[in-house]
């Protein structure tokens, strides 16, 4: 099943490409914590995951067709 | 020519004999240095000798914007505020927003140089061309918010203020400035100038424009910025909750100062994140000037006895006077926050210095007696008597208020290895010992332990917690672009919070400017300010090298005692490595001086002249 990865933030240079949309297919019942990593990006690496409109976290199980955002940590002033 | 984006004049006004001209601000000053921080720093170091006491009359204070303060272009209410520092005795200087550097430009100015000592309480007022010195007895001793309030409704709604409170009357090193009811210029101490020199206040008002090189163009562009802002997906998700809504990630990083440093993990910080914050005291949304990100969080506590107006916490006060003193509700942070801002302390180093004494209390080191009462961490009324005590220098509070470090040269037992400082400047909100970037950037901060010079945390988390390779490259490439936000006049987190281009501000900065310079170029400016900087902390600290570049003993010899980065810690050698590693880069040499060669190619042939001529 495919689902799109929105990235946001500076951690998008940690990014393959430094590309703020991916669009994977993935194994259904994956997690995003398990996506991310299978495709070489530290899970770690975002602050925050909202799927239509809600807040979720790494251990989200995305739906075929899913739009997933990434969050990047901000603050630092 | 002139180049755009200048008001014009720089303003010099001698409290000392109340007297007060205006210079043409210098094209060459210009080309160099940019303004804001870069003004700072070459002014600084041309016009103060090493001698200079801090607190004497003979320190200066420089209040500059940049040159993209004030425009239509997003977040551009930024101002830079230097003196030499009576925390470190280097170079010391604090950013703050608000749209107090955007009137400085509209009254016509492009820095604001306070010079000399006033015998009596007075606060400045510029109102375009007229600039007078006036008698603040009324207001001497009075705390931060009724100040601003009073000289509002003085002088008029239109004026932008900033204040001290009783923390800089009383020459708290670490005292604070503070403007629009919330925002601070908190760092190295600037507000103890001011105290020291007698200037309660400044009011500006302006009323003239900016000349720019491209009307036209910088209005296009501008209103280009602006929708590009809007229309990043995380801008809905990163307002609500502003800087607080870092702090889960923090935790889970296993950074968060929890109990002096003591730890990198807070078990309650669901308590006191910004969720927390959001469903339980927030009122609005605030921003500086110009803002559409505002992570100004304005709130109310309504508590018994402790009911206040407060903005803020932002995530540093919730990591330094929450987690740091172990105050486990977003309540009693924001009370502690209000009552900090009013008294005029920094939250940072004021969190920092009260977990010391709170760590000193507990291992003996302080006793009740000298405390004047118990102290323990988690107890909010701890936490709020010795701010007090600070602000107004009485018992305790005497030997705390000159900081942290030399608190701890005073009260002894070893207490320095947890003295949590570099430079004299206290630590601020990330415990670094699992994060070598995040930890070379504290230390090589240039005014101290302070993290926007380098947020290089994701860094580390992105490349690898235990790695050293390349982490000194990252630290030394963030500290160009982070500072120059600062030197331009602009805040930068647009760009970390919702990935906001740094192409924008490049394509701006010539239909401002009218200068043909590349996003390089700017860097270069950026590398040749840092140097100045470092120059002026090797001209001004006798001894001054490597060994100031340190952090405290608890980061390379205690291992994390709990959470997810239990056990790490921080070898003294891969503290060498990264230093050695960043010296090289940086074109210094082991001790960590500029080498003549290098300030040659920054185009600083009169620093590589003086500080040969130091060493001959
Ligand atoms: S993001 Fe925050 S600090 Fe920056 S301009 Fe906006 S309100 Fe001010």
Redesign the interface.
């Given at each position: 099943m495919q689902v799109t990865l929105r990235f946001h933030g500076h951690a998008i240079e940690y990014v393959p490409g430094g590309q703020e949309t991916l669009t994977v297919d993935v194994p259904a019942g994956q997690t995003l914590r398990q996506i991310l990593t299978t495709i070489g990006i530290q899970p770690q690496l975002f602050a925050a995951v909202v799927v239509g409109g809600h807040r979720r976290d790494l251990e989200y199980v995305p739906e075929p067709g899913d739009e997933v955002m990434l969050l990047s940590p901000a603050a630092g002033g | 020519m002139t180049i755009g984006g200048y008001a014009g004049k720089i303003l010099r006004v001698n409290l000392t004999d109340g007297s007060w001209s205006t210079e043409k601000t210098s094209e060459e000053l210009i080309r160099r240095f940019l303004g804001g921080r870069g003004f700072c720093a070459k002014m600084l170091y041309d016009e103060l000798e090493p001698d200079v006491d801090p607190l004497g009359p003979e320190n200066k204070v420089v209040i500059a914007p940049g040159p993209m303060t004030g425009l239509f272009l997003p977040s551009s209410g930024k101002v830079h505020m230097a003196s030499k520092s009576p925390a470190t005795g280097g170079y010391g200087d604090s950013n703050m927003g608000g749209h107090f550097g955007a009137e400085i430009k509209y009254a016509g100015y492009d820095a604001v140089v306070i010079e000399g000592a006033a015998k009596r309480p007075c606060y400045l007022v510029v109102e375009d061309d007229r600039v007078e010195l006036r008698d603040a007895s009324t207001w001497w001793g009075k705390g931060s918010f009724e100040t601003e309030k009073e000289l509002k409704q003085r002088l008029g709604e239109e004026f932008q203020i900033a204040t001290i409170g009783p923390a800089g009357e009383n020459v708290v090193r670490y005292a604070c400035i503070t403007h629009d009811f919330g925002r601070q210029a908190g760092r190295t101490g600037v507000g103890c100038v001011w105290g020291a020199k007698k200037l309660k206040a400044i009011a500006v008002r302006g009323t003239r424009s900016v000349p720019l090189a491209d009307v036209r163009g910088a209005l296009r562009k501008g209103r280009q910025m602006f929708e590009a802002c809007f229309s990043?997906?995380?801008f809905k998700?990163?307002t609500p909750y502003g800087?607080a809504?870092?702090t889960?990630?923090?935790n889970?990083?296993g950074a968060f100062p929890t109990k002096n440093f003591w730890t990198g993990y807070f078990e309650h910080y669901k308590n006191i994140n910004g969720q927390a914050l959001r469903e339980r005291i927030l009122v609005t949304d605030k921003g500086c000037f110009a803002c559409p990100t505002p992570c100004g969080k304005y709130s109310r506590v309504r508590e018994a006895q402790r009911c206040c107006y407060v903005e803020g916490p932002e995530?540093?006060t919730i990591a330094m006077v929450g987690g740091n003193c172990l105050l486990d509700r977003i309540e009693d942070i924001a009370y502690a926050n209000y009552l900090m801002d009013d008294l005029g302390i920094d939250t940072i180093s004021g969190g920092n210095v009260i977990a010391f004494a709170l760590e000193c209390f507990e291992k003996g080191l302080i006793t009740e007696e000298e405390a004047g009462r118990k102290l323990a961490f988690g107890d909010l009324d701890s936490v709020l008597y010795l701010a007090r005590k600070i602000a107004y220098r009485e018992g305790i509070g005497r030997i705390l208020a000159d900081g942290v470090k030399a608190a701890a040269e005073r009260i002894g037992g070893g207490s320095e290895r947890f003295a949590i400082h570099v430079k004299g400047l206290e630590w601020s909100?990330y415990e670094s010992r699992y994060a070598p970037a995040m930890m070379l950037a504290y230390m090589t901060a240039d005014i101290g332990a302070?993290?926007?010079r380098a947020?290089a945390?994701?860094h580390d988390?992105?490349?690898g917690r235990d790695a050293i390779e390349g982490k000194a490259a990252k630290v030394i490439e963030l500290q160009h672009i982070r500072p120059l936000f600062d030197t331009l006049g602009l805040c930068r987190?647009p760009?970390?919070?919702?990935?906001f281009e740094l192409e924008h501000y490049a394509e701006m900065f010539p239909l401002v400017t009218g200068l043909d310079y590349t996003w390089e170029d700017l860097l270069l400016i950026s590398e040749r300010i840092w140097n100045v900087v470092r120059c002026f902390n090797v001209r001004h600290i006798p001894g001054f090298g490597r060994s100031w570049d340190y952090p405290p003993a608890r980061f390379y010899e205690e291992p994390v005692p709990t959470g997810p980065a239990k056990g790490k810690l921080i070898s003294r050698e891969t503290l060498d490595r990264l230093l050695d590693d960043y010296y090289a880069l940086r074109g210094w040499d082991k001790n960590g001086i500029p080498t003549p060669d290098k300030l040659r190619q920054l185009g600083l042939e009169e620093l590589a002249a003086d500080l040969q001529r130091r060493k001959a």
């Open positions: - | 990043k997906p995380g998700e990163w800087t809504g870092v889960d990630w923090i889970e990083i995530y540093e909100g302070h993290h926007n947020w945390i994701t988390v992105a490349v987190l760009w970390v919070e919702i990935g």
